[in-house]
């Protein structure tokens, strides 16, 4: 592996979880590394069951397998533990024991689980061959054997009714200080479960075969296999950084071990920080931990996906919204056709001439047809190269001391205590409802008994071919009617109004529709027309 590369996704964690959600990432095109520390829990084990298709596999052949597996979608895996993990301003750097650093969007925890065994001398060195815990995982293979059952908590007597189900030679020994309810000890005694008291004074063998339980007594319980109550604990002390720290689980007041708490994504508390399998879950068997993986693998590649389609989205915005792409656009050669645009002139060839503002000016056509025709023009928009050539084409046509031009961003501009006989705006899109608010700002500039005019895509266009993206930038004329106070405005004209274009493409005629909102403003507040005349003159 590079080092100092960056991937979508870190897995710590080698196991069946961690290589299941490798697998859903993978196939998904993620660009995943998985860090394993080669310490898997089931390591002492020499059969791995109830894993569907891969009955008594060993567990390192089967790791070995998925290694391979998610290797031939494109997944890297190396060899070292991981020590920290911090956040970045895009998703986290991971460091590890070797000197590595690696950025990642997501981080999915596997591994960090410990088992803490009673304390029973020469139990820890047989765990995970006769020292058993789960009647599933390893039951079948000590049927019809006897078995010892430790109680050095009240979870025992849950375990003793499952491992009798597969021997009739079942006996608990209750440590001292361990207290069963008399209804339990009721009901192991009834299934044919033999009780003993005292703390186990150590596991017999010989060589490496199991004798049995040396009692309190001193005597000895020849067994052939010993059923303990483990307490899976998370040891990550790399999250506590993050504010993640482990929680305590439960059963009937008896701790069971810890977990790291994540939700039904397997999302915890930290955004894009992930976990899944046994980490967060001690009940979970081998295959139950692969499929806990594959889905929130599944979850996170989702998750990714939305943050790209995010990124896509403000990426569209930027070309279609912000100043620098359309100062690029407007540097070349002239875009627009150099027409007025036709609902400005159906709504204003009779008007009588005054102050007018156009809005989102690009390269003048509107505001030299205005200016044609007696008005005084003040040009607005936010890319310095389309004021450029507002300018220089006014200036071509005769009519620069007729059109000002102004360097403004209409998304947070206010018009103040300037008013305009005439505010006009022709096809300005804004996304997410954006016209709404707009159309309140530009109704603020509108001089009282003077006109506001705002024209755009109609939604159904959308079904032409010609409008692209999201019905958001587009408007009907109804929805921007609430933009206006109803005892100041008088609405004239509200419709979709259909004109002919030609198709850029297939060259036919296609019908498209205007959202035309033309309205009077009727109150008297504010300086009218004639006072603005005098000012102009």
Same mark, same amino acid.
């Given at each position: ?61 089967? &790791?070995? =397998?998925?290694?391979?597996? *998610?290797? +031939?979608? !494109? $997944? #890297?895996?190396?060899?070292?533990? @991981? ?82 189900? &597969?021997? =009739?030679?079942?006996?608990? *020994?209750? +440590?001292? !200080? $361990? #207290?069963?309810?008399?209804?339990? @000890? ?352």
């Amino acid at each position: 592996m590079r080092e100092n590369t960056s991937f979508d996704v870190v897995v710590v964690g080698g196991g069946a979880s961690g290589l299941g959600g490798a697998m859903a990432l993978g196939r998904s095109r993620r660009k995943v590394l998985v860090i394993d520390a080669g310490e898997p829990r089931n390591a002492p084990a020499e059969h791995a069951h109830n894993y569907l298709g891969r009955e008594s596999v060993a567990p390192l052949e089967l &790791l070995a =397998d998925g290694r391979g597996e *998610i290797a +031939a979608y !494109g $997944v #890297e895996s190396v060899s070292d533990r @991981v020590t920290a993990v911090t956040r970045t301003e895009r998703g986290f750097t991971v460091a590890t024991e070797s000197g590595r650093e690696i950025a990642a969007r997501r981080v999915l925890i596997t591994a960090g689980v410990v088992d803490e065994l009673p304390d029973v001398p020469g139990l820890a060195e047989r765990w995970g061959r006769d020292v058993l815990h789960c009647p599933y995982c390893h039951g079948w293979e000590v049927r019809d054997r006897p078995i010892a059952v430790l109680a050095t908590s009240s979870f025992a007597p849950h375990q003793a009714l499952l491992f009798r189900q &597969l021997t =009739d030679d079942v006996v608990v *020994i209750v +440590a001292d !200080g $361990v #207290e069963l309810s008399p209804s339990e @000890v009721e009901r192991m005694v009834a299934i044919g479960v033999r009780m003993e008291y005292g703390t186990v004074q150590e596991v017999v063998a010989e060589g490496d075969r199991l004798v049995g339980l040396r009692l309190a007594d001193g005597s000895l319980l020849e067994r052939a296999a010993i059923v303990v109550a483990p307490r899976p604990r998370v040891r990550l002390n790399f999250l506590e950084s993050l504010g993640v720290t482990p929680q305590e689980v439960e059963i009937g007041g008896t701790s069971m071990g810890s977990v790291i708490a994540v939700d039904s994504l397997g999302a915890t508390g930290v955004p894009g920080l992930y976990a899944a399998g046994n980490v967060t879950d001690v009940s979970m068997t081998l295959m139950a931990s692969a499929a806990h993986g594959n889905r929130v693998g599944a979850f996170i590649n989702a998750d990714l996906a939305s943050e790209d389609a995010d990124r896509a989205v403000a990426q569209r915005r930027a070309e279609m919204f912000e100043r620098p792409a359309w100062e690029q656009r407007y540097a070349g050669e002239r875009i627009w056709s150099g027409r007025v645009n036709p609902q400005l002139e159906a709504e204003t060839a009779s008007m009588t001439p005054g102050r007018a503002l156009d809005v989102g000016c690009g390269e003048g056509a509107d505001a030299i047809w205005l200016a044609g025709r007696g008005w005084s023009v003040t040009a607005l928009d936010f890319a310095v190269a389309a004021l450029e050539k507002t300018a220089a084409h006014a200036a071509e046509a005769g009519l620069g001391d007729r059109v000002t031009t102004r360097a403004v961003d209409v998304r947070s501009w206010q018009p103040g205590e300037e008013h305009w006989d005439l505010v006009s705006s022709q096809f300005m899109h804004l996304p997410d409802g954006g016209m709404i608010d707009l159309t309140r700002r530009l109704a603020a500039a509108v001089a009282p008994g003077g006109t506001l005019l705002v024209v755009g895509h109609h939604p159904d266009d959308m079904a032409t071919g010609l409008r692209h993206g999201d019905r958001s930038f587009l408007f009907t004329p109804e929805d921007l009617v609430p933009a206006l106070d109803a005892e100041k405005w008088e609405v004239e004209v509200c419709e979709a109004r259909p004109r002919t274009v030609v198709h850029p493409h297939s060259g036919e005629e296609v019908q498209v529709h205007d959202s035309v909102l033309r309205a009077r403003r009727t109150d008297r507040s504010t300086t009218g027309p004639s006072d603005i005349a005098a000012e102009r003159s």
